[in-house]
């Protein structure tokens, strides 16, 4: 941009015909300073657009660091969750594990019963036989 207000962008409204090597000094001056303001308007233009386009830079790198910290949040929620999960896991097997352990004592013990039971009710029979032999 600057470089096309060098080469003569807004000369139009002199002739022609007209050259600056053959100015006055003072016109010569008056030509540099109007350049100068148009390169310095320019200049200020690109200052202005800089801002604009560094101040959504900022803006876009705080939403991201804003979003990369929500990630991380929630991966540190999911993390817990799956230990959780995996601690609730690991006391179900334990107690289902307790409970078989349990049931298979029990079923023991029903048939160690059930043979003492079977036993109690041979020597009563046998007691009644011997009674009933007796008592003859």
Same mark, same amino acid.
């Given at each position: ?48 657009? !800089? ?6 830079? *900022?803006? *876009? ?15 540190? *929620? !999911? ?58």
């Amino acid at each position: 941009m600057a470089g096309e207000l060098q080469h003569g962008v807004g000369m139009s409204t002199m002739p022609k015909n007209f050259t600056l090597e053959n100015a006055s000094p003072s016109t010569k001056l008056l030509e540099k300073r109007r350049q100068m303001f148009e390169v310095q308007e320019a200049l200020e233009l690109q200052k202005k657009e !800089f801002a604009r386009k560094e101040e959504a830079f *900022r803006k *876009r790198e705080e939403a991201l660091k804003k979003k990369d910290l929500e990630l991380q949040e929630s991966l540190i *929620r !999911f993390s817990k969750f799956l230990q959780e999960n995996d601690s609730k896991r690991v006391r179900a097997e334990k107690k289902a594990a307790d409970e078989i352990k349990s049931r298979q004592q029990k079923q023991k013990e029903i048939e160690q019963l059930a043979e003492t039971l079977e036993q109690l009710r041979d020597e009563k029979e046998h007691v009644h036989d011997v009674l009933d032999k007796y008592m003859q």
